[in-house]
Nanobody, 124 residues
Framework: VQLQASGGGLVQAGGSLILSCTAS????????IGWFRQAPGREREGVSC????????YYTDSVKGRFTISRDNAKNMVYLQMNSLRPEDTAVYFC??????????????????WGGGTLVTVSS
């Protein structure tokens, strides 16, 4: 089971990026999928997650209205569309998976599998 995040890069404040999460060894559609980030000197924090059931989505307050999480089951991928980026969004972003029986809600997400990260740098 492997997850990998990609799509990070350098962008100016106000710009957009789309991150992708790919999987090998399992089908993302059967799992809750989340995006987390870790900025330098800070703890990892949950950004967003999407449940298997009805594709319900959740976001941390700081990204609501700017970020959108979505699935493409045919491609076995999950995306994080990030708009109106701010310097404080600068971090390494990780995708993660958890069984559908675990939590993915406004309080966060229970993770079983972590993927490699991708660096997002937002310049002011």
């Amino acid at each position: 089971v492997q997850l990998q995040a990609s799509g990070g890069g350098l962008v100016q404040a106000g710009g957009s990026l789309i991150l992708s999460c790919t999987a090998s060894g399992f089908t993302l559609n059967y799992y809750n999928i989340g995006w987390f980030r870790q900025a330098p000197g800070r703890e990892r924090e949950g950004v967003s997650c999407i449940r298997t059931r009805a594709n319900r989505t959740y976001y941390t307050d700081s990204v609501k209205g700017r970020f959108t999480i979505s699935r493409d089951n045919a491609k076995n991928m999950v995306y994080l569309q990030m708009n109106s980026l701010r310097p404080e969004d600068t971090a390494v972003y990780f995708c993660a998976a958890g069984s559908r029986s675990l939590s993915c809600n406004s309080n966060g997400m229970d993770v079983e599998y972590w993927g490699g990260g991708t660096l997002v740098t937002v310049s002011s």
